[in-house]
Antibody
Framework: QVQMVQSGPEVKKPGSSVKVSCRAS????????IGWVRQAPGQGLEWLGR????????DYAQKFQGRVTITADGSSRTAFLELSDLRSDDTAIYYC?????????????WGQGTLVTVSS | EIVLTQSPGTLSLSPGERATLSCRAS???????FAWYQQTPGQPPRLLIY???NRATGIPDRFSGGGSGTDFSLTISRLEPEDFAVYYC????????FGQGTKVEIK
């Protein structure tokens, strides 16, 4: 069973950028897809994008186009989410999750979440 | 973007009762691309159902999913104490979106 381990909490100023990491541990396949979802305090879930590390292919939610960059380092099985031009309403828990299969985007294994706080 | 609307917003039930949660899509969704998640306080979401009706690994059979087109449902046949949580539907027929959530609380 693959476990997703994320980096620690971040506090950022408005207008700055944040980069969150997510490492896949366990499992043997390098053929996987990682998605990113965020959850503002007391709110629901919002999909930001995904990456297929083996193919270096990525897909972003239209809302975040131009502000979000998802990358991956296949050798360390680590994915990264970078969000730029941060605003106060970007304050949220950011989750990574492994998709169930390459053809089924249901999010099967979730990281513990990374709290990003944007405050002046 | 496909908008998912969940109902009711809150469901107040007692342990042992049956829970039926609904999710309506703004346009038709392929059944292969519909899922349900459970989230308890302080925890990440957990995949319950994928492909509309398939239980994820380790999910007990009191959870069942169904539906097609624009109307989908999650049923919990007999509520256990650990089932009181927030439930989200998700479609991934195109750019993924989530519903706003249904909270199942103890009556």
């Amino acid at each position: 069973q693959v476990q997703m381990v994320q980096s620690g909490p971040e506090v950022k100023k408005p207008g700055s950028s944040v980069k969150v990491s997510c490492r896949a541990s366990g499992g043997t396949s390098n053929n996987y897809v990682i998605g990113w979802v965020r959850q503002a305090p007391g709110q629901g879930l919002e999909w930001l994008g995904r990456i297929i590390p083996a193919l270096d292919l990525r897909d972003y939610a239209q809302k975040f186009q131009g502000r979000v960059t998802i990358t991956a380092d296949g050798s360390s099985r680590t994915a990264f989410l970078e969000l730029s031009d941060l605003r106060s309403d970007d304050t949220a828990i950011y989750y990574c999750a492994k998709e169930r299969t390459n053809t089924d985007p249901a999010l099967e294994s979730w990281g513990q979440g990374t709290l990003v706080t944007v405050s002046s | 973007e496909i908008v998912l609307t969940q109902s009711p917003g809150t469901l107040s039930l007692s342990p042992g009762e049956r829970a039926t949660l609904s999710c309506r899509a703004s346009k038709s969704v392929l059944s292969n691309y519909f899922a349900w998640y459970q989230q308890t306080p302080g925890q990440p979401p957990r995949l319950l159902i994928y492909g509309t009706s398939n239980r994820a690994t380790g999910i007990p059979d009191r959870f069942s999913g169904g539906g097609s087109g624009t109307d989908f449902s999650l049923t919990i046949s007999r509520l256990e104490p650990e089932d009181f949580a927030v439930y989200y539907c998700q479609q991934y027929d195109g750019s993924p979106t989530f519903g706003q959530g249904t909270k199942v609380e103890i009556k």
